[in-house]
Nanobody
Framework: QVQLVESGGGLVQAGDSLRLSCAASELTFDYMGWFRQAPGRETLFVAG????????YYADSVKGRFTISTDNATNTVYLQMNTLKPEDTAVYYCAAGSVGRVWAGVPDSWGQGTQVTVSS
């Protein structure tokens, strides 16, 4: 079972930037995704990418502001978040699986999550 460890969350002000990291113990699955869950809301897909760096998709709510990338040398996936808004406040989860399973919201493995809070 691949282990995923997120880091990089925190408390920032609207308009600031943050970079989340997700370190994978192994490259068992070829697709990686970021999801988020706001308080009292369902878990939503944010962005996804293949370890090869292609097949990149973003939720409409983050297009143009968030960038997902990979570093195969360190088995790390990043989520660069710019121009953060209060509505981006959520627990952000890293996930791994096949393309279909990640896009369907049922990845094979989840990280423990990292809190991002954006104040207005």
């Amino acid at each position: 079972q691949v282990q995923l460890v997120e880091s990089g969350g925190g408390l920032v002000q609207a308009g600031d930037s943050l970079r989340l990291s997700c370190a994978a113990s192994e490259l068992t699955f070829d697709y990686m995704g970021w999801f988020r869950q706001a308080p009292g809301r369902e878990t939503l897909f944010v962005a996804g990418i293949k370890w090869s760096g292609d097949t990149i998709y973003y939720a409409d709510s983050v297009k143009g502001r968030f960038t997902i990338s990979t570093d195969n040398a360190t088995n790390t996936v990043y989520l660069q978040m710019n121009t953060l808004k209060p509505e981006d406040t959520a627990v952000y989860y890293c996930a791994a699986g096949s393309v279909g399973r990640v896009w369907a919201g049922v990845p094979d493995s989840w990280g423990q999550g990292t809190q991002v809070t954006v104040s207005s």
